[in-house]
T-cell receptor
Framework: EPEVTQTPSHQVTQMGQEVILRCVPI?????FYWYRQILGQKVEFLVS????????KSEIFDDQFSVERPDGSNFTLKIRSTKLEDSAMYFC?????????FGSGTRLTVV | GDSVTQMEGPVTLSEEAFLTINCTYT??????LFWYVQYPGEGLQLLLK?????DKGSNKGFEATYRKETTSFHLEKGSVQVSDSAVYFC???????????????FGKGTHLIIQP
């Protein structure tokens, strides 16, 4: 069964550093997403991406965040200058007309 | 905006007990409703879904019925197993069941613990 693959599974970074979280969506899916889950809280929508541009973004997705599809397979989330409150599980997802498929997530810890 | 409210956890049950996890929603229009499950160390997996009023989604012994009159989508299972221990998320999208720009709105999740 096709999967959404995320790397790394865990990342520890120092406050102020840039991080890039990577995702390989399912190849024939057209929409891609990033979600965030702060420990003990709900899963929150960050951004959706379609046809090589952002379709929708939440108020969480401010100027420190960016997304990119640098090639035909990868979909990345960049956080430019990490803050302690960026510590969370980040989920990538992709979708087609049948529904959404989520990756296993990247646990980001900012110290 | 859209929102999902689900019962707080953790919910602790004995094996073979009956399970109900409540979920209510607020949305404009006619959303599609979902239950996702997250096993320890894993991602979110779709458990079941319903796309219109009175639809019943079912999978692995779990069921949920889309109740428009009460804006609810409660998850039920007649006899739980230890392997059902996980976090369960209720979610909705205002679009059809497939993908779209808006993505999913999730509840906070309910941690279910099944004891042997």
């Amino acid at each position: 069964e096709p999967e959404v693959t995320q790397t790394p599974s865990h990342q520890v970074t120092q406050m102020g550093q840039e991080v890039i979280l990577r995702c390989v969506p399912i190849s024939n899916h057209l929409y891609f997403y990033w979600y965030r889950q702060i420990l003990g809280q709900k899963v929150e929508f960050l951004v959706s991406f379609y046809n090589n541009e952002i379709s929708e973004k939440s108020e969480i997705f401010d100027d420190q965040f960016s997304v990119e599809r640098p090639d035909g397979s990868n979909f990345t989330l960049k956080i430019r200058s990490t803050k302690l409150e960026d510590s969370a599980m980040y989920f990538c997802a992709s979708s087609d007309s049948l529904g959404y498929t989520f990756g296993s997530g990247t646990r980001l810890t900012v110290v | 905006g859209d929102s999902v409210t689900q019962m707080e956890g953790p919910v602790t049950l004995s094996e073979e007990a009956f399970l109900t996890i409540n979920c209510t929603y607020t949305a404009t229009g006619y959303p599609s409703l979902f239950w996702y499950v997250q096993y320890p160390g894993e991602g979110l997996q779709l458990l079941l879904k319903a796309t219109k009023a009175d639809d019943k989604g079912s999978n692995k012994g779990f069921e949920a019925t889309y109740r428009k009159e009460t804006t609810s989508f409660h998850l039920e299972k007649g006899s739980v197993q230890v392997s059902d221990s996980a976090v369960y998320f209720c979610a909705l999208t205002s679009l059809y069941s497939g993908g779209g720009a808006d993505g999913l709105t999730f509840g906070k999740g309910t941690h279910l613990i099944i004891q042997p």
